[in-house]
């Protein structure tokens, strides 16, 4: 009978001889730093997305391909050090979530590949030198977070009286901020609205600001594309607008399925699959400054009916005919 300190003794030479070949083969596997400003559990589906572009090229997670996952949950000024320690991995590609996150990837390393899904002026950023021809070690997909503002202002403009004043919620620590807010009430001039813009980073500060929308009487309210927004504070957004009655406009899907009265924005699924695509060109050997920026050409627009009468909101007919999805 073999005796406990020998046994111990095997055991301890087995897990020492025999995984050797199992480590070096996970340490040949190319890792895939995934880098988000928001949460890494709130948008499984767009995950999905990403895996299903990835596998579309060969690559499947586990088999030979690894991911390091890295999400600083709506704080923002985590990213750098995040991004920083993808790069310290040696992770062969890293894929942003996010203008901050993408910018801080690019400002970690000039030449671990970076793909990106985000919004705003590209170029004027600095992540690109051009869109066709990106020139350097970044590129990705264009969500156009801050060209859909106006839309979405105009197709609450047909819901609402024309008298409704009209809120802009908008996390000014976003890069594209100053500029959504210049394009939205540049819209709301010329659709004769006047406009109310409140600012909020934090979730207390998403509760006061609906508190001030009530205290300016607004009557409708526009939130902007945000990751701090959309993946960690999507819930409390729908929760404030039914409590205080005010019909509002998303830029994506899922606050609609949340119970949000209407969204409007990239199809995001869509989006999220060609990142993962261009995820697997790179790791194939192409280039970033090679693969231009794709420019989605799919958008959703979502109404919630159960919602609309809870508010007491006939949705025009105009409105249930170009809508992409009506949830019942």
Known sequence: MMKRREFISLLGGAATALPLAARAQHNAMPAIGVLSGGSP?????LVAAFRTGLSETGYIEGRNVAFEYRAAGGQYERLPELAADLVRRQVAVIFVEGTIGALAAKGSSSTIPIVFASGGDMVKLGLVVS??????????????????????????????????TVAFLVNPNNPGAEAKTKE??????????QLHVVDATTEIEIDAGFGMLVQ??????????????????REQFVALAARHALPAIYGQREYSVDGGLMSYGTNLREAYRQVGIYTGRILRGEKPAD???????????????????????EMPPTLLAIADEVIE
């Open 291 to 313: 693969l231009p920026v794709v420019q989605p050409t799919k958008f959703e627009f979502v109404l919630n009916l159960k919602t609309a009468r809870t508010l007491g909101i």
């Open 131 to 164: 869109l066709n021809k990106p020139g350097s070690n970044a590129t990705g997909v264009n969500l156009f977070t801050q060209e859909v503002e106006e839309k979405k202002l105009e197709l609450l403009c047909k819901l609402v009286p024309a008298d409704a």
């Open 216 to 233: 300016l009487r607004a009557g409708s309210l526009v939130v902007a594309n945000d990751l701090f927004f959309d993946d960690t504070r």
């Open 184 to 193: 939205i009430r540049a819209a709301a001039r010329l659709l004769g609205r």
């Open 41 to 45: 559990t709130a948008r499984p589906h």
